[in-house]
């Protein structure tokens, strides 16, 4: 949350000259809700489990870039599928640098209601579950100051 997936996923696809898929973005095409009244009708529970189905059944073009929330990941076997179908990149940041860059939280359910600090701490957190999660994707990364260029770069490489 806040390392820039979505924006370095239209980075990255303008480069590569391929569609962009915001999964965020098409569960709430899809479901007609935004991710905050999706878990506020359906709970975490229900959101993953809507998340992971469009994970796996979506049309995805042959070629494109796929940005997902952060929690995805974490859920069901929805990194060992990423992994057999694409490449995966795991956008590492800092705790402190993900906080500096997190100002507008209301569209966010997890931390909507946090201030600097307790937001500093629920990151620590977060990372600490999170991390033998994404640690498992094939390109692990520095997102601080990293541009199109950069990781087009990276995952060349």
């Not at 980075?11 to 000259?17: F, G, T």
């Not at 506020?40 to 042959?62: I, Q, V, W």
Request: hydrophobic share 40%; charged share 30%; aromatic share 10%.
């Amino acid at each position: 949350m806040g390392c820039g997936k979505s924006t370095k996923a239209k980075q990255l696809a303008h480069r590569l000259d391929c569609p962009v898929i915001d999964l965020d973005a098409e569960i709430v095409a899809k479901s007609g809700k935004s991710i905050a009244e999706y878990f506020a009708e359906f709970g975490e529970s229900g959101f993953r489990d809507y998340e992971s189905e469009m994970l796996k059944t979506f049309d995805y073009p042959e070629t494109c870039v796929v940005a997902t929330g952060g929690g995805l990941p974490c859920f069901f076997d929805n990194m060992e599928w990423m992994n057999a179908h694409g490449e995966t990149v795991y956008l590492q940041m800092e705790p402190a640098a993900l906080v500096s860059r997190l100002h507008n939280r209301q569209k966010r359910p997890l931390i909507k209601d946090l201030n600097d600090e307790q937001l500093l701490v629920f990151i620590k957190e977060k990372l600490q579950e999170r991390d033998p999660f994404y640690t498992q994707a094939k390109l692990i990364v520095d997102a601080f100051d990293l541009d199109g260029e950069k990781l087009e770069a990276a995952l060349k490489a």
